[in-house]
C-alpha cells in the first residue's frame, strides 16, 4: 500500500528486454534506499513495483508485459518517474490509501497555470468514469490528489505550486498520457451493491 505523497523523483538510466517484459534500471538518488529490502515494492509512476537488485543510489525492477500494455511511462530511458515506497503501519496517511494498481491510462485534455496554481483536466476511460468523484481522491502518476469538478469523463484538479515543483506533473500538457487509480473505497463499494461484478 502507499498514501500517493512522492518521496523523489527517479530516473529509467538502463531498460532491458525480457521475453515477456523489460527489466528497469532506476537512478533514486533522492530516495533513501538504507531501509529498501530485495522484494520490497516501490510506486512508479503509480505503478506498484518489486525491488529485484540493489546499489547506493540505484535498483532494478522487472515489468511484465501486462502491467506495460495498461500503464504508460515505463518503455523508455531518460523518462523521469514520481517514486514512493510502501507504506508502514507506523506512518502517516498523507494522501489516501492507493494500492499501486492503475485502473486505466487518462489523457491531459488542458494544463494552464491559474495564478499560483495550475488547473489540470483529464479525461477518464470509459471503463473508470463513474468511479471519479467531485472532490474525492484520484491517483494520477503516483499522485494522490482531489478532484474539482466532474462531467462525464472529463476531471479538474488544481495543483498547488508545491505539488507542481516536487512531482513530474510539471511536464504534462494536452495529449499526455497518465496512469489513474481510482480511490479503493470506489470500488469495493460498488463490489457490495452488485456483487455479481
Not at 529498501?36 to 525492477?61: E, F, R, W
Not at 497555470?113 to 502518476?141: C, D, F, M, W
Not at 469538478?149 to 499526455?176: C, Q, W
Amino acid at each position: 500500500m502507499f498514501t500517493g505523497i512522492i518521496s523523489a523523483i527517479g530516473t529509467i538510466t538502463h531498460r532491458q528486454p525480457l521475453e515477456k517484459g523489460v527489466r528497469l534500471t532506476v537512478s533514486a538518488p533522492g530516495l533513501d534506499l538504507k531501509d529498501v529490502a530485495l522484494g520490497d515494492s516501490i510506486a512508479h509512476g503509480g505503478v506498484c513495483l518489486t525491488v529485484i537488485a540493489k546499489k547506493k543510489s540505484a535498483y532494478q525492477v522487472d515489468v511484465s508485459e501486462e502491467t506495460l500494455s495498461c500503464t504508460t511511462g515505463l518503455d523508455s530511458e531518460g523518462s523521469e518517474l514520481n517514486l514512493e515506497k510502501a507504506l508502514r503501519l507506523s506512518d502517516r496517511l498523507g494522501g489516501h490509501l492507493v494500492s499501486g494498481h492503475v485502473d486505466g491510462v487518462g489523457k491531459v485534455v488542458k494544463f494552464d497555470q491559474i495564478g499560483e496554481s495550475h488547473e489540470l483536466v483529464i479525461k477518464a476511460p470509459k471503463a473508470i468514469a463513474k468511479y471519479i468523484a467531485r472532490k474525492g481522491s484520484i491517483t494520477v502518476n503516483g499522485v494522490s490528489l482531489t478532484t474539482n469538478t466532474v462531467k462525464g469523463r472529463k476531471f479538474s484538479i488544481n495543483l498547488i505550486p508545491h505539488t507542481v515543483a516536487v512531482t513530474t506533473l510539471k511536464y504534462l500538457e494536452p495529449g499526455s498520457p497518465v496512469n489513474l487509480e481510482i480511490d479503493l473505497i470506489a470500488r469495493y463499494a460498488e463490489r457490495m451493491l452488485d456483487p455479481s461484478k
